[in-house]
């Protein structure tokens, strides 16, 4: 449309997509031109603020690189920096080879299909469903980035998929690896005002994390911890809480937890006969009764002969086992002096208040101003589940879970109490609306069918590291299938995964691959077929801020809302989604979709989806709308107004009092969990490593660690700047423009004795060689990182030519990872992003 | 009348840099011209080392030296204290950027956008305002603020570090942080007197 047909001046309500959390926005559009985009003030989710990245936006959007028309290759050499020959064709080509060659499939064996994408919106909308109704399991495959050790954990430990502290009341806030408050994770904006508020007030912030990062910088106290070593800290910290000073909510873990649950020799729980509910010794009447009796003197320490077998209350087990983490050897392990260690943990457990009630809104509730939150510096490590775990042991262990200043996860009660967790023995499963089916208890291993490995993990939640391995050698994974085409939406799972060479031969293995993109990206350039993918201010998704995964009970507010277009798309560009719904039709199970989407989007009459109609993208959402919120606020609805919203009640932000099931401080289930693993994989051949499935977390030495002593001197270790997310930010001209300008951005950071030692001045080219690969960029001189690593920011250093902001631009950190059993956690998936590097200088 | 003034809370400040490009966003300036910056340095030795943020724009001096050297009467102050620049009377001679102690002054030399195939549509529009070999700053977001709008860059700041207001009334927000926090100005000995404060 050009310019001056439009004759419009409006500002139109949508949601940010520079990142997953989602932040309303509004699009000014002059005559057809988006001239401004800003936080939208009435959306709870972000109140009117808004980060670089969002506003940076319409520079994404009116990118003259966007793919604008479908594409096909004519090169059919698939290779890093290999020119696919692009030749343009119609959507009609397009379209009828993609959905001739996926039907064959899916007559075939359709799990041979895997869909690729970090559209979380779209993938819990209609992209697992299509997947589903294809017949693949295989439909998500990212990167190694996420929370792939904090997701499993949580679910694990407060019954949500996430993690953070209240900001609101609490006073003692520990950041392992992570910068909640300082522009990441969920509500980003919001989290931010809220920690400024809070610092203002008085909460201590101390940030472990090797980097100086913003969060350091603005902390009260900076612990650079040496790298893969934040479970040895916290361990010793819980030592000492539990031995030494005595700061634990004692009534909390009797009640509230599972530290009375009676252990048996072999780990187990003594469980009732019959009910097999676990056992719980009473003091009072010197009986062991099940865990949901009424029971006045629950036994936390001690051992007790139960019919003959000799037991120990679980936080009896904790305690003994916790005990070899003395501080002197934390301090070894971890750099950090004793005295530190000692006074953290003191001042940890004196901030926590134990015992001490607040009244909010005229409810009196437990108040335990302490915390400790933790993201991906802490667990990207081998060992990360522990790692994870030990952490939250910190949190549990003072009772603050989901009580005023304490820790929680995000939305485990629902809008006037409409979800509640639910229970495995008394203890805590998520529900099922924000759980997705996760129970951590309810565990079948079997031989794989997924190029997940799902089957052979059945602690994890995103198990896309393992992808790339199964991809590229299905055999060695006993997998029944080889992958035979990827669709690719909004990921790139070139530099979002370990190695590029690795990569491209993954990539290479894969014989039909089907490239959304917006630009022609690093996987695009192993595509056979490149469909033109809209931009974020071109598209439409319904309820962008999902419950289980965007939206902090600390707005005070549920909201839903929508992104919907501003401007029609650039080119021939189309919505993935469309695209999907067409390519159904096409393959001809469109039918079947409906059927899936039914069930999936909850849709109850008169706004279930009639398999014998077709709906157009907008048609499904409007039916969506209905089912969820009534007649009166369909689609149209949403357009208008942009949210719908409503007040929290006190119980819905701090459900903690309200809660019936317990919350596990040791692990029983994972010694079940290991065994099957062991079994199964020994019946397959299939060499495993089971010795993570432990009750109790330990700290164990990382590869990185291990090999100390070696040439290779230091640590690499990536951090988040607060201006790029993912791999695409980089491409757009402003933030590049800000990051060459920043001093640390695009920079390797060396500790300042360390460069001096290594005669490497600040601003100077260096390499940084891991035993698998090489990154180089531009030193850095600091203080502000501990001197036995070097730092570089984000994904950066892309290569692809239809890239040519991006290009070249910071060093590629995941270039220095190589993919081998040695460097993944076997429980949660995650892969280790620490390695051992040798630095140098380069001969300018 | 009221004197137009902004309060940076270095405490508030995470560095985040949602200033830098809400005000790219709002102004649609032109690249390598930043009317608003965060400046980044470094505190302390290891451990005890901290990275600090300073947040810079025009501090639209109530002595303004650019005021001062400008030979057209380009540059002028309106009275709520506000220095523009009439780009129709700058002749480019650059004097101001040489006077101006805070580099907050920037000259468009070429005429270019961000991607060497053109101008992008928002560009085309984002750039009619501006005009090739003059000089462009900080408008303190007149535009905004004569609508009863704070600047972008204060509507935006995700920690709130920015509170913008009427420094001549003691009462006003900014005035009141300035005396209980001792705001301060970037480099007050020189007279420039700027609308600008900071607090710690």
């Known amino acids: ?121 779209v993938l819990h909308g209609l992209g697992r469903a299509w997947a589903s109704a294809f017949g693949t399991p295989n439909s998500h495959w990212s990167g190694y980035f996420c929370g792939n050790a904090l997701h499993p954990t949580m679910y694990l430990t407060n019954g949500s998929f996430h993690s953070e502290a209240d900001l609101e009341y609490c006073n003692y806030l520990i950041l392992f690896g992570n910068q909640m408050g300082f522009m990441g994770g969920i509500n980003p904006n919001i989290m931010a005002q809220k920690m400024a508020d809070a610092r203002m007030r008085g909460m201590k912030v101390v940030v472990v994390d090797p980097v100086g990062t913003n969060a350091a910088a603005k902390a009260d106290e900076w612990l650079p911890i040496r790298p893969g070593t934040d479970a040895a800290l916290s361990l010793a910290m819980v030592n000492l809480l539990l031995n030494e000073y005595h700061l634990y909510d004692a009534a909390f873990v009797q009640k509230r937890t599972n530290g009375p649950y009676l ?143 304490g820790h929680r996860g995000v939305n485990l009660v629902g809008p006037n109490l409409s979800w509640m967790p639910q229970e495995t023995d008394g203890l805590i499963v998520p529900p099922n609306t924000i759980g997705h089916g996760a129970n951590p208890y309810n565990i079948h291993v079997a031989p794989p069918q997924t190029t997940e490995l799902t089957e052979l993990m059945p602690q994890a939640y995103n198990k896309s590291s393992m992808n790339q391995m199964t991809v590229l050698d299905p055999e060695a994974f006993k997998l029944p299938y080889r992958p035979e085409a990827m669709l690719h939406c909004r990921t790139n799972i070139m530099m979002s995964r370990v190695n590029p060479e690795i990569s491209a031969q993954t990539l290479k293995n894969i014989p039909f691959i089907i490239s959304f993109a917006r630009e022609l990206n690093e996987v695009a350039e192993f595509a056979d077929i490149v469909f033109p993918d809209t931009d974020n201010l071109e598209r439409l998704d ?24 501003v401007v029609p798309p650039a080119g021939e560009a189309r919505d993935w989604t469309e695209v999907l719904l067409e390519l159904a039709e096409r393959i001809g199970f469109l039918d079947e979709l409906y059927e899936v989407l039914n069930i999936t989007l909850h849709l109850s009459p008169p706004h279930r989806l009639d398999p014998t109609q077709k709906y157009s993208p907008e048609e499904i959402n409007d039916h969506w709308a209905k089912s969820m919120f009534g007649e009166e606020h369909g689609l149209e609805w949403f357009r208008q107004a942009g949210y719908l919203k409503e007040k929290r009640q006190v119980e819905e932000i701090y459900p903690g009092p309200l809660l019936k099931p317990r919350f596990p401080i040791y692990f029983e289930q994972l010694i079940s969990a290991g065994e099957q693993v062991r079994t199964v994989t020994e019946e397959l051949g299939l060499p495993w490593d089971t010795s993570d499935y432990q009750p109790i977390p330990d700290w164990k030495p990382c590869p990185a660690y291990e090999e100390r002593g070696s040439e290779r001197d230091l640590y690499a270790v990536n951090y988040k700047v607060p201006f790029h997310y993912q791999s695409f930010t980089s491409e757009n001209p402003w933030l590049n423009e800000l990051s060459e300008q920043h001093p640390y951005a695009y920079k390797i950071m060396i500790n300042t004795e360390t460069a001096k030692r290594k005669g490497i001045q600040d601003g100077e080219l260096i390499a940084v060689e891991s035993a698998a690969g090489r990154a180089q960029g531009r030193a850095k001189v600091t203080e502000c990182i501990h001197p036995e690593v070097v730092a570089m920011a984000g994904v950066l250093g892309s290569w692809a030519r239809g890239k040519p902001i991006a290009r070249g631009k910071g060093p590629h950190f995941n270039s220095l990872l190589s993919l081998d059993k040695e460097r993944v956690d076997w429980v949660s998936a995650a892969v280790d992003a620490c390695v051992r590097v040798k630095v140098y200088r380069i001969e300018e | 009348m009221a004197r137009k003034g902004m309060v940076i809370d270095l405490k508030r400040c995470i560095g985040c840099n949602a200033c830098t490009i809400a005000c790219k966003a709002e102004n649609a300036t032109p690249p390598q011209v930043f009317w608003a910056r965060v400046l980044e340095g470094e505190v302390g030795k290891y451990p005890s080392a901290r990275r600090v943020f300073l947040p810079v724009l025009c501090n639209h001096c109530k002595n303004a030296p650019c ?105 006003s927000p900014v005035s009141r942080l300035i005396s209980e926090r001792r705001g301060f100005q970037l480099r007050a000995e020189l007279g420039t007197d700027p609308s600008v404060y900071y607090v710690q």
């Open chain 1, 1 to 121: 449309m050009a310019p001056e047909e439009t004759k419009d001046d409006t500002w139109i309500p949508t949601s940010c997509y520079m990142c997953f959390s989602s932040c309303g926005t509004l699009a000014h559009r002059v005559d057809g031109v988006i001239v401004k985009i800003e936080g939208q003030p009435d959306c709870p989710h972000n109140w009117g603020k808004l980060c670089p990245k969002g506003h940076a936006a319409i520079m994404n959007l009116y990118d003259p690189y966007r793919v604008k028309k479908p594409l096909k290759r004519t090169n059919p050499e698939k290779g890093l920096g290999v020119d696919p020959k692009w030749v343009e064709i119609s959507w009609g080509e397009a379209l009828d080879t993609a959905a001739q060659r996926l039907k064959k499939i899916r007559e075939d064996d359709p799990r041979k299909l895997i869909l690729a994408s970090w559209d979380v919106v």
């Open chain 1, 263 to 405: 252990v048996g020799p072999q780990g187990r729980y003594l469980r009732e006969a019959g009910t097999g509910k676990p056992l719980i010794w009473d003091i009072a009447t010197k009986r062991a009764l099940p865990f949901d009796a009424p029971i006045e003197a629950p036994a936390l320490e001690g051992e007790y002969d139960v019919d003959g077998v000799l037991a120990r209350p679980a936080f009896q087990c904790l305690r003994e086992h916790v005990r070899k983490y003395n501080p002197e050897m934390a301090a070894e392990i971890t750099t950090l002096p004793v005295e530190t260690i000692r006074r953290l943990a003191q001042e940890y457990g004196e901030a926590a208040r134990i015992g001490a009630t607040i009244v909010i809104q005229g409810r009196e509730l437990p108040y335990r101003p302490a915390a400790a939150n933790q993201y991906r510096g802490a667990y990207a490590h081998r060992h990360g589940f522990l790692t994870a775990l030990s952490i939250q042991l910190l949190n549990l262990l003072i009772g603050n879970p989901y009580v005023p200043g």
């Open chain 1, 542 to 565: 319904l309820l962008p801020n999902q419950t289980y995964l965007a939206m902090s009970p600390i707005t005070g507010y549920w909201y839903w809302g929508l992104r919907q277009p």
């Open chain 2, 67 to 171: 005021l001062e050297v400008c030979p057209t009467g380009a540059t002028h102050q309106r009275e709520d204290g506000v220095i523009l620049v009439d780009y129709d009377k700058c002749i480019g001679c650059r004097a101001c950027m040489a006077a101006c102690p805070y580099e907050a002054r920037y000259f468009w030399e070429n005429g270019r956008g961000y991607f060497p195939e053109g101008l992008t549509p928002f560009e085309e529009v984002g750039y009619r305002k501006f005009q090739r070999k003059v000089v462009q700053k900080c408008t303190l977001c007149a535009h905004r603020v004569d609508n009863g709008l704070e600047p972008a860059c204060v509507a935006t700041c995700p920690t709130n570090c920015r509170v913008f207001g009427d420094l001549d009334d003691p009462t």
